[in-house]
């Protein structure tokens, strides 16, 4: 399925580098998410948006900010990352808030050196 | 606090069933996710459940007690395929969170 594109699939950078991890949905979606994924852990929501709003932002460090140009298109722009900030990153989408099962991209590995 | 509790890891021959058991303490509740993710690439949606009982989806189904916080994931007639980690998740209520669990990976033997 390529409902959910990300790029670029890998990512190394170093730590005082500057970046943008891009997500794109042909779903007809209105929701779209940015998690994070280490190794063992549980999917971290990072943040939503519905129609191009921000309505969750969940405590993540401003080292990440997002962008939402439009309903199709989510960034996550990386700025000073840390070497814990070495994960798979997972943007998806929904059709709205209601119980739908969510959309996920196959991810951004990223590697902090 | 919210919590979702599944094994780590499981192992299971092929043709058999396996059940994949999903427990959760979540402050609300807007429907339990099943998801399938293979090494390297993005988790699927498999099933979901919003009311208690069982629902079927080919050789997977899904089990729902919402009183005792409680789900399955059936597998019936294993294939090598199914293979991969398997993520319990719930909607939290009125919102967009949805909340994972760490997932189970399952090994399929020959």
């Known amino acids: 399925e390529t409902g959910v594109t990300q790029t670029p699939r890998h990512l190394v950078m170093g730590m005082t580098n500057k970046k943008s991890l891009k997500c794109e949905q042909h779903l007809g979606h209105n929701a779209m998410y940015w998690y994070k994924q280490s190794a063992k852990k549980p999917l971290e929501l990072m943040f939503v948006?519905?129609?191009?709003?921000?309505?969750e932002n969940n405590s993540v460090p401003s080292r990440f900010s997002p962008e939402c140009p439009n309903s199709s298109h989510l960034f996550l722009h990386l700025h000073t990352l840390q070497p814990e900030d070495s994960a798979l990153y997972l943007c998806?989408?929904?059709?709205?808030?209601?119980?739908?099962?969510?959309?996920f991209g196959d991810g951004t590995r990223l590697s902090i050196l | 606090g919210q919590n979702i509790d599944q094994p780590t890891e499981m192992t299971a021959t092929e043709g058999a069933i396996v059940q994949i058991n999903c427990t959760y303490q979540t402050s609300g509740f807007n429907g339990l996710f099943w998801y399938q993710q293979h090494a390297g690439e993005a988790p699927t949606f498999l099933s979901y459940?919003?009311?208690?009982g069982l629902e079927e989806k080919g050789r997977f189904s899904s089990f729902l007690s919402r009183s005792k916080g409680y789900s399955y994931l059936l597998l019936k007639e294993l294939q090598m395929k199914d293979s991969a980690s398997y993520l319990c998740?719930?909607?939290?209520?009125?919102?967009?969170?949805?909340?994972f669990g760490a997932g189970t990976r399952l090994f399929v033997k020959a």
């Open positions: 998806a989408s929904s059709p709205n808030r209601g119980p739908q099962p969510q959309h």
């Open positions: 459940n919003v009311l208690d």
């Open positions: 948006y519905n129609f191009k709003e921000q309505t």
């Open positions: 998740a719930v909607r939290d209520t009125g919102g967009f969170k949805t909340i």
